[in-house]
């Protein structure tokens, strides 16, 4: 029986990898910012995806 072809995860790198990156980086006694740290990235992030597919017609 063939195996099926491994695929690439939207970072371009095999989803075993980014599985083992995202399991390494859990850390229970992590220290780490609020949301609140993050909300200028992500409105930002948000508007650029907004402009993004206008350009595009979606």
Do not use: I, N
Request: proline share 9%; aromatic share 6%; hydrophobic share 45%.
């Amino acid at each position: 029986m063939p195996r099926p072809r491994q695929g690439r995860s939207s970072t371009g790198h095999p989803p075993v990898a980014v599985r083992r990156w995202d399991d390494l980086a859990k850390d229970p006694a992590a220290v780490v910012a609020g949301f609140a740290h993050y909300r200028t990235l992500l409105a930002d992030l948000m508007a650029e995806h907004a402009a993004r597919a206008a350009a595009a017609g979606r």
